[in-house]
């Protein structure tokens, strides 16, 4: 086509040129819109993400609160001999809804069947609360759950004082998952009892976290026994909005769902002012509290990311069919603006990762501290050695020398007294060999294990008197480990094995090894009273006896002992049902020697004797 051609249709051209540049405008402004919705739907996307991430974590944050301090109370309890009303009062001072929003109110509770109900109410009564009065739900139920102490901290409440929770489901739903697993427990959501008489306008679902307690106090007779539960009671949208309106605000809305037969129905809402942003889809995510989980709805509003609400796509196409040429400088804008909106995103990912480390260095110190009151009480428990060594010296030269000329009331003070001081012998002794497992040195050595099983079968037949033991002790390998603190697992193991037998029955225990991977597996069986499968887990903890042994002499520190020096040894340690009755005792160690330690770390003095205990 030659130029004179050309000029004779030039209104032909000038249209094609016209519709090419058309064409081309709006093609690139259509893809310059869609770039910008797919960039800004990626920043919101992002942003819905870590607000809901943070949400959730701020969620989680405040329920460990909560529990710990529930944890705290349950502890400060069941370390009281004999509780009174006027201890639980100071006890639960600390608790109000200032510290802890939408908190009702603490109780303790406690068991009791119906016939034990005369005595349950006259026990209390005695302790300070003159006014109870118990009042069963259901009389013809075999077991009763009665609030004998109660503290309300929101003056809207009834009294629950007296009330049976066995009234509700999930108040005794929760109280017996608490039992059964030794930990803090977390309601369904429910109308609580004591709001039954709150306007219906003011009523909230709530829930409520239960703590079992137990005695702790070493002047207890009953250490170590299920004595009943702290409960708290929080209502479900004041618990919402204190722990997630610093976290959410007006950037998204949140809803709090409980699972309920099944299916997860909401319970509490946080709704900001802004209006919800309905281009993103809810964030649906799930949070573990203590023993249940809870569903979060994460919706974003427009405040999300404020400067989406310019529709730059359609400033896109307005300007691009103005001028395409300005779509250059609309592109910088908006890639300025993408960077300016993800700097803020990284900004506070940084700040996120602030609050974690901050809680870190929360939970190191926190361990420090639990670390200095190991050494602590392993220091008191020596010091306390010398004194009561007197005592008992004294008390049995006593016994020798002096018992013939007491008359028979006398002897029995003396035998009282010589007995108290051997106990309490036993859990110093314990405590001493609880903290010396965590800082006594490691060294390592090769252990002949049936030559040390040996020796300690040897010791332990001798001192059972007319009680006739068969001990079957199979081949053991030799291993490489610290010899005295393998000794005292051994020396544990096999004395449960045979103190928990049965009076009027003859000890049986069995030793055996096998190869555990690359390491061994040693197991201690016995036919004794056993231990319930739902409590197995729970006997390695310090100051926890299994049901059932509360005839039997023990503090409840020989299991926690044996668990942490297996563990320092790389091993593990567990307990498992015997076939035809009785517990059957395992820990593995490893074939290679645990890792050397720092000369000098931890104490180097050692108890030369070690009291075991379920």
Not at 426 to 442: C, F, P, V, W
């Amino acid at each position: 086509m030659n130029r004179r051609s050309w000029m004779r249709r030039p209104g032909r051209w000038s249209g094609r040129i016209l519709a090419l540049v058309v064409v081309l405008g709006v093609a690139g402004t259509a893809m310059a819109a869609v770039a910008l919705r797919r960039a800004d739907d990626d920043r919101r996307e992002r942003a819905l993400s870590q607000q809901t991430i943070i949400v959730t974590q701020a969620v989680q944050a405040e329920m460990r609160r909560y529990s710990t301090s529930l944890t705290d109370l349950a502890a400060a309890v069941g370390a009281q001999s004999e509780l009174e009303a006027a201890e639980f009062t100071a006890i639960t001072a600390p608790v109000d809804r200032q510290r802890l929003p939408g908190v009702t109110g603490v109780v303790y509770v406690v068991p009791a069947t119906t016939a034990q109900i005369p005595q349950v109410q006259r026990y209390w009564r005695e302790r300070g609360t003159t006014d109870l009065v118990l009042q069963p739900a259901d009389p013809g139920a075999a077991e009763h759950f009665f609030v004998v102490l109660d503290r309300a901290t929101d003056p809207t409440t009834g009294p629950a004082l007296g009330r049976d929770a066995a009234g509700s489901p999930q108040a005794l739903e929760v109280l017996r998952r608490a039992r059964d697993s030794h930990r803090v427990a977390t309601s369904r959501t429910y109308r609580l009892l004591r709001d039954e008489n709150v306007p219906a306008n003011l009523q909230q679902l709530s829930f409520t976290l239960a703590a079992p307690v137990y005695s702790t106090s070493p002047t207890a007779r009953d250490l170590g026994r299920f004595r009943g539960w702290v409960l708290m009671a929080l209502r479900a949208t004041d618990f919402l909005h204190q722990a997630i309106s610093g976290a959410a605000r007006d950037t998204v809305a949140v809803t709090l769902a409980d699972a309920g037969d099944g299916v997860l129905r909401p319970v509490a809402r946080w709704t900001p002012e802004a209006a919800v942003d309905p281009s993103l889809p809810p964030r649906a995510v799930t949070v573990a509290v203590p023993q249940r989980t809870w569903g979060l709805t994460v919706t974003p509003t427009r405040r999300l990311l404020p400067d989406t609400d310019l529709h730059r796509d359609l400033i896109a196409w307005i300007v691009g069919l103005v001028i395409t040429g300005l779509l250059a400088a609309l592109t910088g804008t908006v890639i300025t603006a993408r960077n300016r909106a993800l700097r803020r995103v990284d900004e506070a990912t940084a700040a996120l990762r602030d609050d974690i480390a901050r809680r870190e260095a929360v939970e190191q110190q926190l361990r420090r501290r639990e670390s200095e009151l190991v050494g602590f009480a392993g220091v008191v428990a020596h010091d306390l050695r010398s004194p009561l060594s007197r005592i008992t010296g004294y008390a049995d030269f006593l016994r020798e020398e002096a018992a013939g000329r007491l008359d028979p009331v006398h002897r029995d003070f003396l035998e009282r007294l010589y007995a108290g001081a051997q106990r309490m012998q036993s859990l110093i002794d314990d405590l001493l060999d609880y903290a010396m497992a965590d800082n006594r040195h490691l060294t390592s050595a090769q252990v002949d294990l049936g030559r040390l099983v040996d020796d300690i079968v040897r010791e332990r037949v001798t001192g059972l008197g007319d009680r006739p033991a068969a001990v079957t002790v199979e081949p053991l390998p030799t291993v490489a480990g610290d010899p005295v603190l393998l000794r005292q697992v051994l020396d544990n193991l096999i004395g449960n094995a045979l103190k928990y037998t049965p009076y009027g029955h003859d000890p049986s225990v069995e030793v055996t090894c096998r190869p555990d991977g690359t390491g061994w597996r040693i197991e201690v069986a016995d036919h004794g009273i056993g231990i319930p499968p739902e409590q197995r887990e729970a006997v390695f903890t310090a100051f926890t006896r299994a049901g059932g042994s509360e005839g039997y002499p023990g503090t409840g520190l020989g299991l926690a002992i044996v668990h942490r020096i297996v563990e320092r040894h790389g091993g593990r340690v567990g307990v498992d049902g015997n076939d035809g009755g009785g517990s059957r005792f395992w820990f593995t160690l490893p074939g290679e020697p645990p890792p050397a330690e720092p000369s000098g770390a931890g104490l180097t003095a050692q108890p030369e004797k070690s009291a075991p205990a379920h």
